[in-house]
């Protein structure tokens, strides 16, 4: 699978997940996120950069038990939810996140 | 899974880094293991030792970095990992040069720790 | 001719066979967990020194880097990038890797 975006091919896995990291920007986020029928909101951008810098650090993409803990350490406990992250993205932070931020599945994601 | 009964898992790591996939694949079913809540431990006994050695720069080789990801160990709540002294020693390494806060044991220490375990997983 | 060895010194027994095979005058090249050995501190670091004397020791320089022990090679020890690989291997009529 691929995106096509202003003249340029994004190759995704056959579940959608973009395959170079490096290639991820906000654009193509946008439509990663159209296809999981998301309506990008400050909340949910805030998410992504978290979960990229997160990536930059570790090299992972976290858990979402992990993330929840981590976001509400950084962003305060009304964030760090998991009701909290569901809604911006209800088929899983983990996944649907991680997919809109350009990041590999989260390892142990089903 | 919090309903289940906690067992104590080591994770018990012998391999260097790179020359082989083991040091990747150990690291990998911690983290995913890690999603049951058990009790945790992981040991790094032999060239296993290596696989914490600080300043990884893996440009060259041109495979992922995955050192950075034992930092990442403490946000999934493990954090009990043993070292080899005699390891250490033979390889004119320190805990100094561990990328993670680590505690040093003998091979006698870390055997008696192994008997304490209800799951050795061995890499 | 050129030795390759590439098995970290203390799992397996390949460099320790290597030195006792390798006749003066001839090269050796440490790649991927052979690197270990040309570190300081190192167990081998002694015998690797001792072998000095007949055998030129190169290290393939991204394989220490990528174990963080680009600052700890062993004096005497000549750090190669992969062209450097190459070039030994075309310098040398012979090669034998000592799997």
């Not at chain 3, 095979?21 to 501190?41: C, H, K, N, R, S």
């Not at chain 3, 394989?63 to 040398?92: C, I, K, N, P, S």
Request: glycine letters at 8%; charged letters at 25%; hydrophobic letters at 40%.
């Amino acid at each position: 699978m691929a995106i096509e975006l202003n003249g340029k091919t994004y190759e995704t896995d056959e579940e959608g997940y973009l395959t170079d990291i490096n290639e991820w920007n906000e654009d193509v986020a946008k439509i990663l996120a159209q296809n999981e029928n998301i309506d990008m909101t400050e909340q949910h951008w805030e998410v992504i950069e978290f979960l990229r810098e997160y990536y930059n650090e570790f090299q992972i993409a976290p858990a979402v038990r992990v993330l929840t803990k981590a976001i509400g350490k950084k962003l305060g406990p009304e964030k760090g939810n998991s009701q909290y992250l569901y809604e911006l993205f209800p088929y899983g932070p983990g996944k649907q996140a991680c997919k809109i931020a350009g990041l590999p599945k989260p390892t142990g994601c089903i | 899974m919090s309903e289940g009964q906690i067992k104590k898992f080591m994770y018990l790591n012998r391999k260097a880094p790179h020359g082989t996939i083991y040091a990747l694949e150990s690291l990998e079913v911690v983290l995913i293991a890690a999603a049951f809540d058990q009790d945790v431990s992981l040991a790094f006994m032999d060239d296993g030792v290596y696989q914490l050695k600080k300043g990884f720069n893996t440009k060259g080789i041109e495979v992922k970095n995955f050192q950075p990801t034992y930092r990442a160990l403490d946000d999934y709540d493990i954090n009990k990992l043993y070292v080899e002294k005699e390891a250490l020693e033979a390889r004119g390494l320190g805990a100094e040069d561990m990328c993670v806060p680590v505690e040093v044991l003998s091979r006698a220490e870390i055997g008696k720790l192994m008997e304490t375990q209800d799951v050795i997983l061995s890499f | 001719m050129l030795h390759i060895v590439n098995k970290s010194p203390l799992e397996r027994n390949s460099l320790d066979t290597c030195l006792a095979t390798a006749q003066p005058g001839g090269a050796l090249l440490l790649i991927e967990d052979g690197v270990y050995a040309a570190t300081a501190g190192h167990a081998a670091a002694g015998k690797l020194s001792a072998a000095m004397d007949k055998l030129k020791v190169y290290a393939l320089k991204p394989d220490l880097e990528a174990r963080g022990m680009a600052e700890r090679a062993l004096e005497g020890v000549t750090l190669v990038d992969y062209g450097g690989f190459v070039d030994l291997v075309t310098e040398h009529a012979t090669c034998q890797s000592w799997l």
